[in-house]
């Protein structure tokens, strides 16, 4: 029962910055920033062009996955690829960077305390 | 005796299930490695891997949340703001993800209208988040050493060296010195 009130606190939580997120996508600066082709048009915009971009979309996803794909800029990702591989160790790299200098700070500070492994670490 | 191995234990799992979601993270931020469906299906399963991740660190959240305006160290606010950052940024790379989902969705007949915003969302805050993880890695890396060496290294070095078949083998050398014949 604990438990099942903590994951309601945390979807809560989650919800209200989805809420929060789904607002401001309806905000005029953020509808500009986005680009035309498969743009979603909220309900309240039914005319013009909004509305035949939605038509179009639609008629795209009863098509074939491919151009979908090919709209969204997404050609390319659907299969997956050994070589992919090298997103991983790039990304690995990039948080490496991040983490070395936290790892050497200990060495060159030598007055300072490491912490213990017991316990649970701070989340 | 009883809190300090339960106390261990909860290291234990903490590093398994650190280790899980840090893995999975990898993997679910190389779509061209896993392509797009093991994409979409493993971003839910990091979403739950992050509540499960919130719920082993319930205590901290709570305590540091009811003291983040009084008492609270330097450190622990620099954290928790962290903490805080990555919990927003990490719902909206799963919530977009869901808006935009070509696979795992529509498998379970949901679909939403496809949007551009929901995209570009779904990048910057994944871009994001690379350097959000990697701070908090970096925070929490004496931790992971520590952890890391007391239940990885040491249980495996001790069974490369094989400390039951030391006492038969030292048994032996000696044995066998005793058996040379000795010099002058």
Redesign the interface.
């Known amino acids: 029962m604990q ?1 099942l009130g ?2 309601a606190i ?2 809560a ?2 919800l209200l ?2 809420g929060i ?1 789904i607002g401001l ?1 309806h905000t005029s600066y ?2 500009n ?9 909220p309900q309240s915009m039914t005319g013009g062009t909004a509305g035949n971009t ?1 038509a179009r ?2 008629s795209q ?1 009863s098509g074939d ?1 491919g151009g ?2 090919r709209e ?3 050609e ?10 090298v ?2 160790i790039q ?2 790299l ?2 490496g ?3 070395l ?3 050497l700070a ?1 060495r060159f500070m030598p007055g300072r305390k ?10 | 005796m009883q809190q ?1 191995k339960q ?2 234990s ?2 234990k799992i ?1 590093l398994i299930v650190d280790s899980v979601i840090f893995i999975a993270f ?2 679910v ?11 979409e299906w493993l971003g839910l399963a990091f979403g739950a891997g992050i ?1 499960t ?9 709570v305590a ?1 949340t009811k003291r983040l305006f009084s008492q609270a160290p330097r450190q ?1 606010r620099i ?1 928790y703001a962290l ?1 805080l950052l990555l ?2 940024d990490i ?2 790379v799963v ?2 993800g869901v808006m ?1 989902s ?1 696979s795992a969705l529509p498998f379970l007949g949901i ?1 939403f ?9 779904h990048t910057t805050a994944a871009d994001l988040s ?2 959000l ?3 908090h ?7 992971i ?3 890391v ?2 239940y990885v290294i040491k249980p495996v070095g001790s069974r490369v060296h094989l400390p039951q078949a030391m006492p038969q083998y030292t048994a032996k050398l000696s044995l066998a010195a005793k058996q040379l014949p000795k010099e002058r």
Do not use: C, Y
């Not at chain 1, 920033?33 to 048009?41: D, L, V």
């Not at chain 1, 490491?114 to 989340?123: E, F, I, K, L, M």
């Open positions: 438990l903590r994951i945390i979807l939580a989650a910055v989805v997120a996508s953020l509808q920033m986005t680009p035309t082709r498969g743009e979603f048009a939605v979309t639609r996803d996955s979908r794909n969204f800029g997404r390319g990702h659907n299969a997956a690829s050994l070589f992919g591989i997103q991983v990304n690995l990039i948080i960077l991040i983490v200098p936290f790892a200990p490491s912490g213990g492994s017991g316990g649970q670490p701070p989340a | 300090k106390q261990l909860t290291t903490n990898l993997i931020m190389a779509p061209h490695f896993t392509g797009m469906a093991i994409h509540v991740h919130l719920l082993l660190h319930w205590q901290w959240l540091t622990a954290n903490n919990f927003i719902t909206l919530f977009t935009i070509e679909s209208a496809p949007g551009g915003i929901w995209r570009m969302v690379l350097g993880i990697g701070l890695v970096a925070l929490h890396w004496q931790w050493v520590n952890a060496r007391n």
